[in-house]
């Protein structure tokens, strides 16, 4: 269990120093501009959300998402997200 925590900690890790760099952040999207605003669904949200592997629609995954992170007040469209995973 202590491996599979030790993993999910480095990869948090990862995902936070790729956002805030971006040099390593160019290596995971198609241009130098997306993501230097931050948004809603902003890199790390993104990222998170894709490792989570959806398994229903997208408006009750992105609904749910955003409550189990504690985010009751954020809501994005599904639109919203596929604009955003598509950079």
Known sequence: MSANLKIISDLRNFIALSSQNSELRQLFTNSCNAFSRRRK?????????LLNFFKRSYDIELSAF???MGFQELKATKSAFSQQRSK
Do not use: A, Q, R, W
């Open 66 to 68: 955003f409550d189990h």
């Open 41 to 49: 669904l902003h890199f790390e949200l993104v990222v998170c959300m």
